[in-house]
């Protein structure tokens, strides 16, 4: 297609909204970078291979950083796939070894990158891989305590993948701003008993809790911690400072969920009922896993 036809419609379609615009570029030197690959023209077809741009650094997650170890694994399996997937026989040799360099850099094991290499040359060989029937559940990793979770979970047939925790810059942001506490799971305390109230809000912590304050002034009973109080003859006390946040968690399903989860891990509760139903075999080794941080 000549040039001018390229621009001529490049122009068209940007026309149509001002929001939605698209870009062309055009090859050098009978090549072309399209993605993460690169494409080369030469008088037997194309090369090609994993094309990186000039501004990449490649550091990766770090081998020591705290995620679950099968998301460091699958760093050095999407690296060897895609260089498997993309080079041709020409360029392979030298991606691999470009590979073991920079997983070496980035803190890995040489023993774990050569088992990971071998595994995924085969992979890509066989790719794509029959479908499997196993349910998948996505956890957040917790250390120690979401490797007990699957290893409990692992015997009723689930594969499992993991998102990281909350990071140091969010913390710190927490810790540092004005702005109140927002939503996610939280826990009021009785001032003159062991009792406790587990409950979930979108909103900050100081309007829900003002909230529970006005349903025991209006004797409220479908508030557990309005019961709570007129079960003990109006002696027992509920202040605004007795709340405090769990887990912040914005996601609705997600807060509703922990929400189910913390109160099945709590004991002498306030709570009137359990929660959204959660599937049976977590009731196993919540109190285990939960308990502790209640």
Known sequence: MENDSISSNLSCINSYHPSI???????????????DIYIQKH???????????????????????????????????????RAFKLCDSFS??????????????????????????????????????????????ILPFMGEATNEITRRLRKFGFNFGFTHGRS???LILQK???????????????????YIYIGETKRPLEVRMKEHIRDIKNQKMES?????????????????????LLEPENRYFHRKFKEALYIRAGSNLMNKDFGMEIPTPWNHFIPEVLGSQI
Do not use: W
């Not at 698209?22 to 399209?34: H, W």
């Not at 004005?178 to 009021?188: A, C, L, R, T, V």
């Not at 557990?224 to 006390?237: L, M």
């Open 21 to 35: 615009q698209f870009t062309q570029e055009t090859e050098t030197n009978q090549a072309l970078p399209f993605l």
């Open 43 to 81: 008088s037997g077809g194309f090369y090609h291979h994993v094309y990186r741009k000039p501004t990449h650094t490649d550091v990766y997650l770090h081998y020591d950083s705290c995620h679950h170890k099968s998301q460091k694994v699958s760093v050095i399996d999407s690296l060897f796939f």
């Open 92 to 137: 392979l040799h030298q991606e691999i070894t470009h590979l073991y360099n920079i997983l070496q850099n980035n803190g890995y094991p040489i023993s774990l990158i050569h088992k990971r290499h071998h595994i995924m040359k085969s992979r890509a060989q066989s790719f794509p891989s029959p479908n499997s029937d196993s349910k998948r559940l």
């Open 168 to 170: 140091i810059h969010s």
């Open 176 to 194: 540092t701003s004005n702005k109140p506490i927002g939503s996610g799971i939280y826990k009021i305390s009785c001032n003159s008993c062991p």
């Open 224 to 244: 557990g911690v309005a019961c709570h109080i007129k079960d003990s003859g109006f002696n027992h006390v509920i202040q605004l400072n007795n709340i405090s």
